[in-house]
């Protein structure tokens, strides 16, 4: 998960604008590390849009990462817990009809695994929000990462 969206789609994009920008390379580290953590925060929160949001949300149906069988860090959550055999009996017949969808969603929060992934997720956005440090960046700067933190936060279902 973090390889997949943090590094391509967030770290490297502000390392490299640190870096054609001028900045230092204490700026260009937090800005890398800032996206690193925001980056894990959004694909946590796409894993949660991906089980538990709206078609509109997901630009696809509700649940379809659960029907689909995809194997994400909300799953690997899940199999972690004393509930992964409901859970997973449910998961198996997702594909099914929307009400085994309902059903497996129900399972996954039963199980624990969505209010931890939720938690993770908290954790990364507070991370990247204490990396935006006043006076070590631009104002401006510090503003437009600010609101893409909020941005993040914003999709959670």
Do not use: C
């Not at 994400?72 to 899940?78: D, E, H, M």
């Not at 817990?81 to 059903?103: E, K």
Request: charged share 20%; hydrophobic share 50%; aromatic share 4%.
């Amino acid at each position: 998960t973090h390889d997949k969206t943090a590094v391509y789609s967030f770290a490297a994009p502000l390392r490299a604008g640190a870096v054609l920008a001028g900045a230092d390379a204490d700026v260009e580290a937090a800005l890398a590390q800032f996206g690193s953590r925001l980056g894990l925060a959004y694909q946590l929160v796409d894993d949660l849009i991906g089980a538990f949001g709206t078609d509109e949300q997901a630009g696809r149906p509700a649940g379809a990462d659960l029907r689909e069988a995809k194997q994400t860090a909300l799953i690997a959550l899940a199999r972690a817990t004393a509930s992964w055999g409901v859970v997973s009996d449910a998961l198996a017949l997702a594909h099914t009809s929307p009400i085994a969808v309902r059903h497996a969603q129900e399972m996954l929060d039963g199980s624990g695994a969505r209010n931890e992934l939720e938690r993770l997720v908290g954790e990364a956005l507070g991370e990247a929000r204490a990396l935006i440090v006043p006076g070590r960046l631009p104002a401006a700067t510090a503003f437009m990462l600010g609101d893409l933190v909020n941005a993040v936060e914003a999709r959670i279902p």
